[in-house]
C-alpha cells in the first residue's frame, strides 16, 4: 500500500507539473497572440521592407527538417491585397519603401510594383530611403514620390547578367563523370556537368530572355523617373549610380539625406512634432491585425499554386510534388462549389514524371467541364511549362521565362572515383545483359546507352505532342520553337505558347467569365501546415537575429546557398527531367 501511495503521489505530481509546464507555454502563446491583435495606431507609416522571398502563397517556402524558424513569408496575393487595403485604411498616412536588397523575380517584382503604383493613387504618400539599393530594391523604389540616398550611398544600376558555375572540372578531379542524355539543342540544363562553357545556343537564348528582360525592367525606371532610353543606357553602360552625388545628377534620386533628416522629412509629412517617434508598422504586423475578405458566395475559384522545383516524392513545402499535389485536385473534383481552376506556374520544372501526372489532371478537370486557365509567373519552364500546355488559356507576364520544352537525364558514375581515387573494386555475375544497367559504379554500354537516349527522345516526343494538342498546333511546329529553348512571355505570344500576357489577377477574371460568375470567392491550395513550434520558440526567441540569418544575410552568401541547393537538388534527382538550365535571379 505505501508504494501504491508513493507511485499515486509521484504521478500526481507528475501531471501537475505537466499542466504547470502548459499553462506556462500558453501563457507565452497567449501573449504572443495578443500582442499580435488589437487596434493599428493613428497616424502610422507601413513600412515594407521586402528583401526576403516571396512565395505565391504565403509560407510556402522550402524548410529544412526539424526547422523551428517563426518568420513569416507573406505570399504575392497577400502582399498585394495588403496594400490595397492599406490604400483604404485611413489610420495608414503613408508607406516608406526601406529595401536594400531583394530574392525577387522580376515578375513578382513587376506585380509589386504595380500595386504600389495603385496605391498612390489613393492620395497617399511613398517615399523610399536606403543607405544603397541594388537594381531590383531600386525598381521598387521609383515607385516612391519621392527617392531618398544616404550621401555616401549608391544604386548599383550595371544591366542584367548570369554567372554559371560548370562542375566538370571539379568532377573529374574527383573521379565521378554524369552519363547525359537529352533531346533539344538549346536544353542546357545539363551543361555545368559536360561542359567547362555555355555552349553558342545556349549563350543565345540567355543573351535574348535577358535583354528582353532588362526593357521590361528599363520601361519602369523610365517611366516613373522620367528618363529617357538613352539616358538610362548611359547610366548603366557607364555605371553612373556609382556615388550619391552622381545619382542625383542623373536624377535617379531626389535628395541625399541621413536617417535623422529623412526622420524629420517624414514628422513634418505626418505632421507630428519633431520630439515624437514616427509610428511605424511592418507589413508581417499589418496583415495580422488587418482581415482580409475571401467573400461569402458559395461559388469557388480554385487557385492551386503550383511553384518551386516539380518533384517526386518528396511531399514538402514550396515545391510541387506528386503527392500532395494529388491530393489537392482530388479535394478540387469532390467539392461541388468550385466551379473554375487558376494554375499559377512558378517553376522552371523538374520530374517529367510528376508534370504528366499533373498534366493528367488538369485534363480531368477539363472533362468535368471545370474551366482552368494557367497564369504564369517568374518561370513557368520546361516540366512547368508541361503542366500549363493544355490549360483553357495561358496568361504570362512580359518577364515570364517559358518554354524550354525539352528533357534530360543525367545518371551520376562514380567507377573512376571508387576504384582510383578510393580503392575499392567491383566485380558482377548477372542473370541478363542489362541486369546491372544504370550502375553508379560502371560505365554503360553502347546497348545501354542507346536505350537512354531512345527513352529520352520517346519523352520528347510526348511532351511536343502533348504541348501540341493543348495549343492547336502540329508537332512540326512546336519543334520548331522548342528544342528546350528560353523564351520571355512576351515573345511566347507570337510564338503560339501563350495566349495573352497579364497577371493573376486577370486570369481570377478570366476563370469567373468562363465559368459565367458574377460572385465568388478564391480559395487557395496547397494548404500549408502551420510548424507546431512555432509560437513557442517565439515567445522564447532572442530579439537578436539568428545565426542562420547573420551568415545568410547578404546577397552574395545567399547566392552561393543557393548555387549549393541547385546542386543539391540535381544529384537527388530521379528519373528524366524537363528542367530550366539554371535559375535567373536579378540582384
Not at 531626389?254 to 507630428?272: G, Q
Not at 500546355?389 to 517559358?402: K, M, R, V, Y
Not at 512540326?476 to 505570344?493: F, L, P, Y
Not at 467569365?513 to 491550395?525: G, T
Request: proline share 3%; aromatic share 10%.
Amino acid at each position: 500500500m505505501k508504494q501504491f501511495f508513493k507511485f499515486f503521489t509521484a504521478s500526481c505530481l507528475g501531471t501537475i507539473a505537466a499542466l504547470a509546464l502548459l499553462i506556462l507555454i500558453f501563457s507565452g502563446i497567449g501573449g504572443i497572440m495578443a500582442s499580435q491583435s488589437g487596434d493599428i495606431s493613428s497616424n502610422c507609416i507601413l513600412e515594407l521592407d521586402l528583401s526576403k522571398a516571396i512565395p505565391e502563397k504565403s509560407n510556402n517556402v522550402t524548410r529544412e527538417q526539424y526547422d523551428f524558424d517563426t518568420e513569416e513569408y507573406p505570399g504575392l496575393r497577400t502582399i498585394k491585397r495588403t496594400l490595397a487595403h492599406a490604400a483604404t485604411d485611413s489610420k495608414i498616412k503613408g508607406i516608406v519603401l526601406r529595401t536594400q536588397s531583394t530574392q525577387i523575380g522580376q515578375v513578382t517584382l513587376h506585380e509589386i510594383v504595380q500595386s504600389l503604383e495603385s496605391f498612390k493613387e489613393s492620395g497617399k504618400f511613398i517615399y523610399a530611403y536606403e543607405d544603397f539599393y541594388t537594381q531590383s530594391a531600386y525598381l521598387l523604389a521609383t515607385t516612391a514620390d519621392s527617392i531618398f540616398l544616404n550621401p555616401n550611398g549608391m544604386i548599383d544600376l550595371k544591366g542584367f547578367g548570369t554567372l554559371i558555375p560548370f562542375f566538370k572540372p571539379l568532377m573529374d578531379k574527383l573521379g565521378v563523370k554524369f552519363d547525359i542524355y537529352y533531346a533539344g539543342k538549346f536544353k542546357s540544363a545539363t551543361e555545368p556537368y559536360r561542359r567547362t562553357s555555355m555552349s553558342e545556343p545556349n549563350k543565345q537564348q540567355t543573351k535574348q530572355f535577358l535583354g528582353e528582360m532588362f526593357d521590361e525592367f528599363g520601361a519602369v525606371i523610365q517611366r516613373n523617373r522620367n528618363i529617357s532610353a538613352a539616358d538610362l543606357n548611359n547610366i548603366v553602360s557607364n555605371y553612373k549610380g556609382q556615388n550619391g552625388k552622381s545619382c542625383l545628377e542623373n536624377k535617379l534620386v531626389d535628395e541625399l539625406l541621413y536617417h535623422n533628416d529623412f526622420s524629420a522629412f517624414l514628422k513634418d509629412k505626418v505632421d507630428i512634432k519633431k520630439s515624437k517617434k514616427l509610428k511605424f508598422i511592418e507589413l508581417e504586423d499589418y496583415i495580422n491585425k488587418i482581415a482580409l475578405s475571401s467573400g461569402t458566395s458559395k461559388n469557388k475559384i480554385a487557385i492551386i499554386n503550383a511553384e518551386g522545383t516539380i518533384t517526386y516524392g518528396t511531399n514538402a513545402s514550396g515545391e510541387t510534388d506528386n503527392q500532395r499535389f494529388l491530393k489537392v485536385f482530388d479535394k478540387i473534383k469532390r467539392s461541388k462549389d468550385i466551379k473554375a481552376v487558376v494554375m499559377r506556374v512558378n517553376s522552371p520544372g523538374g520530374s517529367a514524371l510528376t508534370s504528366d501526372i499533373l498534366w493528367n489532371e488538369i485534363e480531368e478537370l477539363k472533362a468535368d467541364s471545370i474551366p482552368v486557365i494557367t497564369s504564369m509567373g517568374n518561370y513557368a519552364a520546361s516540366g512547368g511549362y508541361y503542366i500549363a500546355c493544355n490549360s483553357d488559356t495561358i496568361i504570362a507576364a512580359p518577364s515570364t521565362l517559358t518554354g524550354s520544352i525539352g528533357v534530360f537525364s543525367m545518371i551520376p558514375n562514380f567507377k573512376k572515383l571508387m576504384t582510383e581515387k578510393v580503392g575499392i573494386a567491383f566485380d558482377t555475375v548477372k542473370t541478363h545483359d542489362l541486369a546491372l544497367a544504370t550502375s553508379l559504379v560502371y560505365d554503360p554500354s553502347s546497348r545501354e546507352n542507346t536505350i537512354m537516349q531512345n527513352s529520352t527522345d520517346n519523352l520528347y516526343a510526348q511532351f511536343l505532342q502533348r504541348v501540341a494538342d493543348g495549343r492547336g498546333m502540329t508537332v512540326e511546329e512546336v519543334d520548331a520553337v522548342a528544342q528546350g529553348r528560353v523564351w520571355t512571355g512576351k515573345k511566347a505570344i507570337e510564338l503560339g505558347l501563350v495566349d495573352e500576357l497579364g497577371d493573376l489577377d486577370d486570369a481570377i477574371a478570366m476563370a469567373a467569365r468562363m465559368a459565367d460568375l458574377d460572385e465568388y470567392r478564391v480559395v487557395e491550395y496547397p494548404t500549408i501546415k502551420e510548424n507546431p513550434f512555432k509560437d513557442i520558440m517565439k515567445a522564447f526567441e532572442d530579439s537578436s537575429a539568428s545565426l542562420q540569418h547573420k551568415v545568410w544575410g547578404t546577397t552574395k552568401t545567399r547566392a552561393l546557398y543557393k548555387t549549393a541547393k541547385e546542386l543539391e537538388s540535381l544529384m537527388q534527382m530521379e528519373g528524366p527531367m524537363a528542367r530550366m538550365p539554371y535559375m535567373i535571379q536579378v540582384d
